[in-house]
């Protein structure tokens, strides 16, 4: 007989157990699969679009290399290692571009990416993944916007998943969709009223009576429609001295609001971190020589940040045995022709071009 009275409950631990991995059911159900309506929003802003685009086929063009730290007596050194089976594909259903393109998006939007572990090797490390879109994964212990550590709760779809099968990529730059709300809401603004303005039809002159006895509605309507006539029938058009020909002053420029839309775009460049010029936004003095400039300006002040926080997430204890690490190949991206010499005298070139 149990010690006072009592059984033990192994089945409700057991119960407890299998359920704490429920949302593992929702995963590669893509037919469910959403992204969010914040980034919706944000990516319908052209500039957004073009700087995550911009990004995003950085990191996404990308190779991962392998290896190991040595010392050799005066320094770290580093030495190739034997890759394994995911460096070339996380998922098996989809190529790394793509992958690491939609892995950044949800970085880039939300400051955290998720991979499930979906597959182990016999050493008990990860040897394929899936995305799971951040929009989907709420996690219970730490609400946002900033995130600040890898969670121990999380719900995939509202059921819970376990966190050990959840690689967990955290940005040190927070979610466009939490940086600036407003600013995103203005743009989309703008872009309402540049679409009505398209849409509104705008007469070329005006013409109005300013002497003699005053026309009828119907008089006027005839007058309109013989000085069209007029207009489009011959180079001259006449009027008598009770009429006067006002020309119309909303010219395309200021019906687009061109000038407003350029300063969004510029904007919306400070909130992407990216240099405005590669979005189509000229700044004055600074622009780059070159496209390999132009390359490199965009990896360093936008894509490595990205870029190293996903390798080094990758290289962490849960995903490769210690001491073992991956890192993107930059000098594939940049080009074989690009040398660091080379890359240091350009810069020094056009930082003082640019200053004259």
Not at 73 to 90: D, F, H, I, K
Not at 231 to 240: D, E, P
């Amino acid at each position: 007989m149990p010690l006072f009275g009592r059984n033990p409950e192994p089945a409700r631990t057991v119960k407890a157990a299998a359920g704490s991995n429920a949302g593992a059911s929702q995963i590669q159900n893509y037919y469910a699969y959403v992204d969010g309506t914040a980034r919706q929003k944000a990516m319908s802003v052209p500039a957004i679009s073009r700087s995550r685009d911009l990004l995003a086929s950085v990191i996404a063009c990308m190779p991962l290399k392998m290896f190991k730290e040595m010392w050799n007596g005066e320094e770290m050194e580093e030495v190739p290692e034997a890759p394994r089976s995911w460096l070339r594909r996380l998922d098996k259903s989809v190529p790394n571009s793509t992958l690491f393109a939609w892995l950044f998006d949800d970085i880039f939007f939300t400051q955290r990416g998720f991979l499930y572990v979906v597959e182990r090797t016999s050493d008990g490390f990860p040897s394929s993944f899936t995305r799971l879109p951040s929009a989907m994964v709420t996690t219970l212990d730490q609400a946002g916007p900033i995130f600040y550590a890898p969670s121990k709760q999380i719900l995939f779809n509202g059921l819970p998943i376990r966190h050990e099968d959840v690689i967990q990529f955290i940005s040190p730059i927070q979610g466009l969709n939490y940086t600036s709300p407003q600013a995103v809401e203005t743009a989309l603004r703008l872009e309402r009223a540049r679409l009505r303005n398209a849409q509104a039809t705008q007469p070329a002159v005006t013409l109005r009576q300013v002497g003699g006895e005053p026309m009828s509605g119907q008089e006027l309507a005839d007058m309109a429609a013989s000085f069209d006539n007029a207009r489009l029938t011959n180079s001259t058009a006449a009027v008598n001295e009770f009429v006067e020909v006002v020309p119309n002053n909303a010219t395309p420029d200021k019906m687009l609001l061109i000038e407003a839309a350029n300063y969004q775009a510029l904007e919306m460049a400070r909130l992407a971190n990216i240099p405005p010029y590669l979005v189509g936004v000229s700044t004055g003095a600074y622009s780059y020589q070159s496209s390999e400039q132009a390359r490199m300006d965009l990896l360093i002040f936008g894509a490595k940040i990205y870029a190293d926080c996903i390798a080094e997430t990758l290289s962490s204890d849960n995903v490769l045995p210690r001491g073992t690490y991956v890192k993107f190949d930059f000098e594939s991206y940049l080009g074989e022709t690009l040398m660091p010499e080379e890359t240091d005298v350009m810069y020094e070139e056009n930082t003082q071009e640019s200053r004259a």
